[in-house]
Nanobody, 123 residues
């Protein structure tokens, strides 16, 4: 059974930090790029960040650039999203998803999805 499980969400104040984890089971992450997405109620799911299979290439949405850092530890079969200087507009359910490459990836075509973890940032 192929699964991705997110953890680390919670309630934080403006300017606070959280580290999200995405752990894989049933397959190894070595052959997959991992993207983080988020979605607020009534809003379209949007891409936040993506990391290549080797970890050598990363990209970020303009809205989080300079504040979020994506990383991976393939030995632990886990990808992380370190979120600093959090803002209320960062609030949403955060999902990780897997696809062979970051290039061409979107919320419409990822191969595997986790169930999400809720991040709430208060004003």
């Amino acid at each position: 059974q192929l699964q991705l499980v997110e953890s680390g969400g919670g309630l934080v104040q403006f300017g606070g930090s959280l580290r999200l984890s995405c752990a894989a089971s049933g397959f190894t992450l070595d052959y997959y790029a991992i993207g983080w997405f988020r979605q607020a109620p009534g809003k379209e799911r949007e891409g936040v960040s993506c990391i290549s299979r080797s970890g050598g290439s990363t990209n970020y949405a303009d809205s989080v650039k300079g504040r979020f850092t994506i990383s991976r530890d393939n030995a632990k079969n886990t990808v992380y999203l370190q979120m600093n200087s959090l803002k209320p507009e960062d609030t949403g359910v955060y999902y990780c998803a897997a696809r062979p490459f970051c290039s061409g990836s979107s919320y419409r075509n990822m191969n595997y999805w986790g169930k999400g973890t809720l991040v709430t940032v208060s004003s």
